[in-house]
């Protein structure tokens, strides 16, 4: 029986992952924290490399099972799939993320899987404005790769929901003002 949370907390650049996930960081007592950036590999080589970054990823989770310790992630193998299906690499990972989701879905965890988006969908212009924030050297942050990523997650969230019944399903608008948000997380979450 499950004793510890797994919290994958997904949705395109300017959502908001990096507030709300050090927000819970900080407020779900025994947590450890996880950014992923996933492969930089476009290529076909990058499958093969995805596949076993991730294999590995689900071990090691797999071996914190009833630690007491909740798993909090900013980025999984869920956006390997998502910029995937958006033609962002060469390869399609598909087959690997099925498999993946099939494998976390029996994690003895209760698990979250979280979707930040924007239903004003015109804020990502204001958000992806990095002022202050260091931009990575790879990344290229427009408001229209944010809106079109935004909306596979949320297809995304819905197949998830509809195949997984014991993966806890939630997307939350995170434009609303940031004490809004936290209470709802809270509410979903429990404060323990």
Known sequence: MARSKIIVVEGSQGAGKTTIT???????????LYRLSGVSDPTITGLEKSKKMYDNLLNYIESMENLDINLL???TFFTEENYCRLGKKEYSF???YNDLLERFSKLDFDIYYITLYLKDESLYEERLKRDGKIEPAYA?????????????????ADEIQAKYPNIKVFKIDNGKDLDVTKQELAEILGNN
């Open 73 to 75: 992630f900013d980025r």
């Open 140 to 156: 290229k942050f427009s408001a229209e790769n944010s809106i079109v990523q935004q909306r596979e997650y949320l297809k995304m």
């Open 22 to 32: 050090d927000h819970l960081r900080n407020t779900v007592r025994y947590t450890n």
């Open 94 to 96: 598909t087959e690997v």
